[in-house]
């Protein structure tokens, strides 16, 4: 098994990053590299002020949306989880919806609600406020800084409430109902038993959304490209594709954020690295009493409506109407309105084979690295050894690669295989790139359930694979349904490898919104990212009908 694993972890991983790695040595010409070598690229991306500052501003960027994603999906996740709350079910669905608008997508969505001249808020507040002062200023400029921050958080925050509640519920209560009764109060009990026990959960959460933070390009891209305003991953894209192309600078850029995420990594490994004290699994669990908010409901259900507000209904709203819209106009008139672009998108050849790819793609990739990760996991914590701690850490590196550097190493390495082309790239594309979530979740589900379970096991006879099966699987079965959900959602929402990879004969969606937005068909783009996000919400509704599970209360099992 040890062997296979890694066979599949350098074909997936190691050998793009490889390729990528060693691609920085090279000189350039105006379409790519040539034969000879150079530090060139070394020293103007590693030692330059003017790459260092592109880095430092992801990093920056990055931390302010992983910190406000986590203060503000924290105290969700308690609210709900931990609090007597009412009609818990529905705040879960309205908390976790935007999972289903990628924050591509979203960004469309929020220009159209955002943009200082012709965005839906400020026309409509120019009309209100006009009534008692003379031309009032715009209220909402999407065009910033904030902009960008406000809108990752948006789109990012699901992560952090997802992973935190899951662990929440299933965490025993048993020592906070003793803190209880020992005189603390509910706040303490919050503060040095529960946040501390879910710490695995919060500290993976803040990983994902760091990295995907870092990593991300088109949301800084576009928007600071406006307010004058780079980032590394947008810079990287801008050397990859822009005429002339600077290959090596990419890949030197790209290398460099792989640096800066194995240190991120190391370190939530040192932090968790004692597991036992974040065992919360032991047996059957004690689910106590939950905090009564009394005259603080109204605060509670207020902070729940605004993240609701901002996150589903308004940019959920400004897409639908945008995709039914001829073009795009602050004034909304019925003469606006048709459905052109739906009834284009169904009934064209190369549209309806982008839909079969897409979910074609986020089925299968889902499969994969739930079935990798879960095994890759257990190997890790359950038979340490060298060989399974380097595999678990090379099939994790992919995760700090930006995609695009990522779509550069796997076309450099298989461009003279008959993957080249098809489908079948862009397969392992998502799975290397997906792989790293369903290790580190895994982890995490598996860091709380103690050894002496399948230990108990294996002293009643059973074999090593019986108990894994009987004990281990079923206990994290939520976590590995989570793994599911998730990598099916962003395997449909994945673009930044996808956009190097693609051919004319394997079209997926998220290629084509960037595509029409880019050419400046927002209402077309509009209209694709509503299906794609119908076939998200579709996704999760069979999945949660085969397998009994909801998404909300897998995460962090």
């Given at each position: 098994m040890a062997l296979f694993l890694t066979a599949v972890v350098l074909a997936l991983a190691v050998i793009p990053l490889v390729y990528v790695f060693d691609a920085q040595f090279y000189k350039e010409t105006r379409v790519g590299l040539s034969e000879e070598r150079s530090l060139d690229a070394v020293k103007a991306v590693y030692a330059s002020a003017e790459y260092l500052g592109y880095l430092a501003n992801a990093l920056i960027l990055a931390a302010l949306v992983t910190a406000l994603s986590l203060l503000v999906g924290v105290v969700l996740a308690l609210l709900v989880a931990r609090t007597d709350l009412s009609h818990k079910s529905l705040w879960d669905t309205m908390i976790t919806l935007p999972l289903y608008l990628s924050p591509f997508t979203g960004l469309m969505a929020w220009i159209t609600l955002g943009s200082e001249k012709t965005g839906f808020i400020n026309h409509i507040l120019r009309k209100i406020l006009g009534v008692f002062i003379e031309n009032p200023k715009p209220l909402v400029n999407i065009w910033s800084y904030g902009g960008v921050v406000f809108i990752m958080f948006l789109f990012f925050c699901p992560f952090v409430y997802l992973f935190t509640v899951g662990s929440l519920r299933s965490m025993n209560t048993s020592l906070e109902e003793a803190a209880r009764m020992s005189g603390a109060t509910a706040i303490t009990g919050l503060r040095k038993i529960t946040l501390p026990m879910c710490l695995p959960a919060i500290l993976a959460s803040g990983l994902l959304v760091f990295v995907l933070s870092v990593e991300m390009y088109t949301v800084p891209g576009i928007i600071g490209a406006t307010v004058g305003f780079t980032t590394l991953p947008w810079k990287i894209f801008e050397?990859?594709?822009?005429?002339?192309?600077?290959?090596?600078?990419?890949?030197?850029?790209?290398?460099?954020?792989?640096?800066?995420?194995?240190?991120g990594v190391w370190l939530q490994n040192r932090l968790t690295q004692v597991s036992s004290r974040f065992v919360t699994v032991g047996g059957k669990g004690f689910q106590g009493r939950p905090i009564a908010l009394g005259k603080y409901s109204w605060l509670a259900v207020g902070i729940i409506l605004l993240y609701v507000l901002l996150a589903d209904i308004l940019p959920f709203g400004a897409l639908l109407i945008a995709s039914f819209m001829r073009f795009s106009a602050s004034m909304i008139t019925p003469d606006l309105f048709t459905t052109k672009h739906y009834v284009a998108f169904f009934t064209t050849q190369n549209m309806m084979a982008a839909l079969w790819n897409t979910i074609f793609?986020?089925?299968?990739?889902?499969?994969?690295?739930?079935?990798?990760?879960?095994?890759?996991?257990?190997?890790?914590l359950r038979r340490p050894s060298l060989v399974t701690k380097s595999i678990a850490f090379l099939s994790i590196l992919p995760v700090a690669v930006p995609g695009l550097v990522y779509g550069l190493g796997l076309l450099w390495t298989y461009l003279q295989t008959p993957l080249y082309g098809?489908?079948?790239?862009?397969?392992?594309?998502?799975?290397?790139?997906?792989?790293?979530?369903?290790?580190?979740?895994?982890?995490?589900?598996?860091?709380?359930?103690?050894?002496?379970?399948?230990?108990?096991?294996?002293?009643?006879?059973?074999?090593?694979?019986?108990?894994?099966?009987?004990i281990a699987a079923p206990l994290v079965k939520p976590t590995l349904i989570a793994i599911l959900f998730f990598v099916m959602l962003n395997s449909i929402k994945e673009l930044s490898a996808s956009i190097l990879l693609?051919?004319?004969?394997?079209?997926?969606?998220?290629?084509?919104?960037?595509?029409?937005?880019?050419?400046?068909?927002?209402?077309?783009?509009?209209?694709?990212?509503?299906?794609?996000?119908?076939?998200?919400?579709?996704?999760v509704l069979i999945t949660r009908m085969l397998f009994r599970a909801r998404l909300e209360a897998a995460f962090g099992q």
């Amino acid at each position: 098994m040890a062997l296979f694993l890694t066979a599949v972890v350098l074909a997936l991983a190691v050998i793009p990053l490889v390729y990528v790695f060693d691609a920085q040595f090279y000189k350039e010409t105006r379409v790519g590299l040539s034969e000879e070598r150079s530090l060139d690229a070394v020293k103007a991306v590693y030692a330059s002020a003017e790459y260092l500052g592109y880095l430092a501003n992801a990093l920056i960027l990055a931390a302010l949306v992983t910190a406000l994603s986590l203060l503000v999906g924290v105290v969700l996740a308690l609210l709900v989880a931990r609090t007597d709350l009412s009609h818990k079910s529905l705040w879960d669905t309205m908390i976790t919806l935007p999972l289903y608008l990628s924050p591509f997508t979203g960004l469309m969505a929020w220009i159209t609600l955002g943009s200082e001249k012709t965005g839906f808020i400020n026309h409509i507040l120019r009309k209100i406020l006009g009534v008692f002062i003379e031309n009032p200023k715009p209220l909402v400029n999407i065009w910033s800084y904030g902009g960008v921050v406000f809108i990752m958080f948006l789109f990012f925050c699901p992560f952090v409430y997802l992973f935190t509640v899951g662990s929440l519920r299933s965490m025993n209560t048993s020592l906070e109902e003793a803190a209880r009764m020992s005189g603390a109060t509910a706040i303490t009990g919050l503060r040095k038993i529960t946040l501390p026990m879910c710490l695995p959960a919060i500290l993976a959460s803040g990983l994902l959304v760091f990295v995907l933070s870092v990593e991300m390009y088109t949301v800084p891209g576009i928007i600071g490209a406006t307010v004058g305003f780079t980032t590394l991953p947008w810079k990287i894209f801008e050397d990859s594709t822009a005429i002339p192309v600077h290959r090596a600078h990419a890949a030197a850029g790209g290398c460099l954020l792989l640096f800066v995420t194995i240190a991120g990594v190391w370190l939530q490994n040192r932090l968790t690295q004692v597991s036992s004290r974040f065992v919360t699994v032991g047996g059957k669990g004690f689910q106590g009493r939950p905090i009564a908010l009394g005259k603080y409901s109204w605060l509670a259900v207020g902070i729940i409506l605004l993240y609701v507000l901002l996150a589903d209904i308004l940019p959920f709203g400004a897409l639908l109407i945008a995709s039914f819209m001829r073009f795009s106009a602050s004034m909304i008139t019925p003469d606006l309105f048709t459905t052109k672009h739906y009834v284009a998108f169904f009934t064209t050849q190369n549209m309806m084979a982008a839909l079969w790819n897409t979910i074609f793609l986020a089925v299968l990739t889902g499969i994969i690295c739930v079935l990798l990760g879960f095994v890759i996991s257990l190997m890790d914590l359950r038979r340490p050894s060298l060989v399974t701690k380097s595999i678990a850490f090379l099939s994790i590196l992919p995760v700090a690669v930006p995609g695009l550097v990522y779509g550069l190493g796997l076309l450099w390495t298989y461009l003279q295989t008959p993957l080249y082309g098809t489908i079948w790239i862009l397969l392992l594309a998502h799975v290397a790139k997906m792989l790293p979530y369903g290790v580190i979740v895994s982890r995490s589900g598996l860091l709380q359930l103690h050894p002496e379970l399948e230990e108990s096991a294996r002293m009643c006879g059973a074999t090593p694979t019986r108990a894994i099966a009987s004990i281990a699987a079923p206990l994290v079965k939520p976590t590995l349904i989570a793994i599911l959900f998730f990598v099916m959602l962003n395997s449909i929402k994945e673009l930044s490898a996808s956009i190097l990879l693609y051919s004319s004969n394997s079209h997926i969606l998220s290629v084509l919104t960037w595509h029409y937005m880019d050419n400046g068909d927002y209402q077309y783009a509009a209209a694709i990212g509503i299906i794609q996000t119908a076939i998200m919400i579709g996704i999760v509704l069979i999945t949660r009908m085969l397998f009994r599970a909801r998404l909300e209360a897998a995460f962090g099992q």
